[in-house]
């Protein structure tokens, strides 16, 4: 356990760039204490409302929350919401010079409605609205990939943050592998698409249950046969080793961290037996957030020292705290000291 504690306690030294998909988290709560007289639905009597940084940006939130430096990357739109976004990131001591305004889009946000403890409903905004044909391309290629040439060795690690709205494609991929390969600098991902080797030669992807399930299923049936995947189910223990491992060495990454909900983790690492790491959840209240918070701790972790199955262990005590509480909320260092000594 005081390696652990000796682990964590390095974070604030670490140096962590997150790159993705940011958004603007809404939150409106309230009550309920009647039905609208216009159609069957609940009538929210607003008490509160306040933003915070979320998708990509929700990473960057865990990491800062953690007393990491954390430098973020991605996209807004010239809107008041990318303004918004920018003083909740500023709040939170994460560095936004890595944040550019694309006049192609509007920034992405997501609305959630939450009455006694409950959310009632989800309202998203996606960045697509048809702006300027090859505007993303040309500020990637202008802004942010000289960025990332400018600072990328200043980094003990890399995350990439994908939420499928259109900031990791291959162009930045490739950019990233050749920097990060340079600088020996470890890149995890938190994975959208269902072929997973679209990352390319990653240090390790950190796919739920149901990515993980579906990267599976997009291996063609020659390619399960050759690499001993005998299934696309992660229901059993045994489907879950055989078809783990055989999915590791079919993306030829360094390891592989797949996130089973209320049945834990399981790391894969080559030439060694699959992890099982057990929940540490006491009460599942709110899932949302709960993957960032597994990838910024388990980087975190590997930045300060840690192997990856120690890495692993500690992002499943952050990922049982923050299941606990509502939305999408970044732990806190003295609540991660208080999970690990709880053990």
């Given amino acids: 356990m005081s390696k652990y504690h000796s682990i964590i306690g390095k974070f604030k030294n670490r140096s962590v760039l997150v790159i993705g998909d940011v958004v603007l988290d809404q939150y409106i709560k309230g009550s309920v204490t009647r039905i609208s007289p216009e159609a069957p639905v609940p009538i929210v009597l607003v008490q509160q409302s306040f933003y915070t940084p979320g998708g990509a940006a929700n990473v960057a939130n865990n990491l800062a929350s953690l007393g990491a430096k954390v430098t973020l990357v991605g996209k807004i739109g010239g809107d008041i919401e990318g303004s918004i976004l920018k003083k909740e990131l500023t709040k939170r001591c994460i560095h936004a010079q890595g944040i550019v305004t694309d006049p192609g889009m509007d920034t992405i946000l997501k609305t959630r409605i939450i009455a006694q403890h409950q959310q009632v409903v989800r309202v998203d905004r996606d960045p697509a609205k048809g702006g300027t044909e090859g505007c993303e391309d040309k500020v990637k290629r202008l802004k942010i990939f000289p960025f990332l040439r400018r600072h990328i060795k200043d980094f003990d690690g890399i995350i990439i943050s994908d939420y499928g709205?259109?900031?990791?494609?291959?162009?930045?991929?490739?950019?990233?592998?050749?920097?990060?390969?340079?600088?020996?600098?470890?890149?995890?991902?938190?994975?959208?698409?269902?072929?997973?080797?679209?990352?390319?030669?990653?240090?390790?992807?950190?796919?739920?249950?149901?990515?993980?399930?579906?990267?599976?299923?997009?291996?063609?049936?020659?390619?399960?046969?050759?690499?001993?995947?005998?299934?696309?189910?992660?229901?059993?223990?045994?489907?879950?080793?055989?078809?783990?491992?055989?999915?590791?060495?079919?993306?030829?990454?360094?390891?592989?961290?797949?996130?089973?909900?209320?049945?834990?983790?399981?790391?894969?690492?080559?030439?060694?037996?699959?992890?099982?790491?057990?929940?540490?959840?006491?009460?599942?209240?709110?899932?949302?957030?709960?993957?960032?918070?597994?990838?910024?701790?388990?980087?975190?972790?590997l930045a300060a020292g840690a192997n990856r199955r120690q890495a692993a262990d500690i992002a499943n005590h952050a990922a049982g705290v923050v299941v606990g509480k509502t939305g999408a909320v970044a732990i806190e260092l003295d609540e991660l000291k208080e999970a690990v000594k709880n053990r």
């Fill in 165 to 301: 709205k259109g900031m990791i494609d291959l162009s930045l991929l490739s950019e990233v592998h050749t920097l990060a390969l340079e600088h020996k600098i470890s890149v995890i991902v938190d994975p959208k698409v269902e072929d997973l080797r679209f990352y390319g030669q990653v240090s390790c992807i950190t796919p739920n249950k149901k990515e993980a399930e579906a990267a599976l299923k997009a291996i063609s049936a020659e390619a399960r046969k050759a690499f001993g995947i005998m299934s696309t189910a992660l229901d059993k223990k045994e489907d879950i080793e055989t078809n783990g491992h055989g999915l590791l060495n079919y993306l030829g990454i360094d390891s592989l961290l797949i996130t089973l909900g209320e049945h834990g983790m399981y790391l894969f690492e080559h030439n060694k037996k699959p992890f099982p790491i057990a929940t540490r959840v006491q009460e599942v209240f709110d899932v949302s957030g709960a993957g960032d918070t597994v990838i910024s701790v388990f980087a975190l972790s």
